[in-house]
């Protein structure tokens, strides 16, 4: 634990750094007396050093208590786990709110596919097979799935069987619909950026070139789109009328490598989840004037907003969901940190239940890195894969 201490004013301002790169801010500590110690008499000049250093180390316990408590304790909680197992690794998961299916992509060399779920009961409901692919993406009024696999497989979300499959380039990894236009964006880290594919017939509509390599995305609904850019520190803004980009807001020294993004579309507000520093950066999607930034936890690779609540979240591969709730639109308070699991480190927000969902499995410790190396990471234990539901 590493404590910080500001003074100013005859106060003592407090910062705890709580385990999982989790922050939570102090009350302010009013100091109202200053002891002045005078005599010759050592023992009684040491005393009373003794006697301020304890009552100073009791106020900081009892503070970094309430610390701790006020980053766990708030009105959500894990309501719900299900652990399906299953072989392939794992990366995003999808709900579709209107069909009311989970849709999570296993991958690996073999075996690839979709799983999908029941959103309600979280019982499975089949699998889209042969689709190695990361994330899904659903349009509810063609009835037409989508998943950022190479090619893109297109599936009836009725049947779940397979429509077609999409040749595209690059490497497909993050993937978004956006109802404006009825159209599939799929994400990759080299070019091209973007792969914008039409819902209803599966055609390829264009590419664009989004500057960097692209993590999340979200829409206003009305012909704008905003990609976090990972390797660039910047939030790309794209007309998806003419599919071009035409700003980007630059978040460097605020905001390194984000891996999230979340949209308050009333208010014009985007969240920034960002890997270091481990902040949610929180600006205006209408010039990219940055409001201000919140402590978030460690290892963040997707974040969603809830209209409903007026609340933003963001999943941490350290097990930590944090919520941010925005009291107006220039106000934003960490409303809590919720204990998950480790590695949930991405999520889907079920507009209807207004529940989070995030994916998450138990590993073996990893094997001592080489020299120079970076440690890495080890393997999934057989049948541990487990869906999470937080809610209140």
């Not at 040491?46 to 309430?66: D, Q, T």
């Not at 919140?294 to 941490?316: H, K, R, Y």
């Not at 079920?350 to 001592?368: W, Y």
């Amino acid at each position: 634990m590493r404590i910080r201490g500001e003074r100013g004013s005859g106060a003592i301002a407090f910062n705890w750094e709580l385990g999982g790169g989790v922050y939570a801010a102090a009350r302010l500590v009013k100091v109202s007396g200053i002891f002045r110690v005078k005599g010759r008499n050592f023992m009684r000049r040491h005393c009373v050093a003794l006697a301020v250093a304890m009552g100073m180390a009791l106020l900081l316990m009892a503070a970094g208590g309430a610390a701790q408590q006020s980053a766990s304790a708030g009105p959500y909680k894990v309501l719900k786990t299900a652990k399906v197992g299953g072989d392939g690794g794992f990366d995003y998961v999808y709900a579709d709110d209107a069909g009311r299916r989970l849709y999570i992509p296993r991958t690996g060399q073999t075996g690839a596919r979709i799983t999908v779920f029941d959103l309600d009961t979280l019982a499975s409901v089949g699998a889209i097979a042969n689709a190695n692919a990361r994330g899904a993406a659903v349009d509810p009024k063609s009835g037409h799935g989508f998943g950022s696999s190479k090619p893109v497989v297109m599936w009836d979300t009725k049947t779940l069987g397979t429509i077609k499959s999409i040749d595209v380039e690059g490497g497909p990894d993050g993937i978004l619909f956006d109802p404006f236009n009825a159209r599939v964006y799929v994400f990759s880290h080299r070019a091209p950026n973007a792969t914008v594919i039409n819902a209803a017939d599966g055609t390829i509509a264009g590419t664009i070139d989004l500057g960097g390599a692209p993590e999340q995305a979200v829409t206003d609904g009305a012909g704008h789109l905003y990609v976090d850019i990972e390797d660039k520190d910047s939030i790309a803004v794209v007309d998806t009328k003419t599919m071009t980009v035409t700003a980007h807001y630059d978040l460097a020294g605020k905001c390194g490598g984000p891996g999230g993004l979340a949209f308050d579309v009333k208010n014009h507000v985007l969240f920034a989840a960002c890997h270091e520093p481990q902040v949610m950066v929180i600006l205006s999607s209408v010039d990219g004037r940055i409001i201000t930034s919140l402590p978030i936890g460690n290892g963040v690779d997707g974040a969603t907003f809830n209209p409903e609540t007026m609340e933003a979240f963001s999943s941490q591969r350290d097990g930590t969901l944090t919520v941010i709730k925005e009291t107006s639109p220039t106000s934003f308070v960490v409303e809590q940190t919720v204990q998950t699991m480790q590695s949930a480190k991405t999520l889907t927000l079920d507009g209807k239940t207004g529940h989070i969902l995030l994916i998450g499995a138990e590993f073996t410790p990893p094997p001592p890195p080489a020299p120079g190396e970076r440690p890495g990471r080890g393997t999934m234990v057989p049948d541990t894969f487990t869906i999470l539901v937080v809610g209140k």
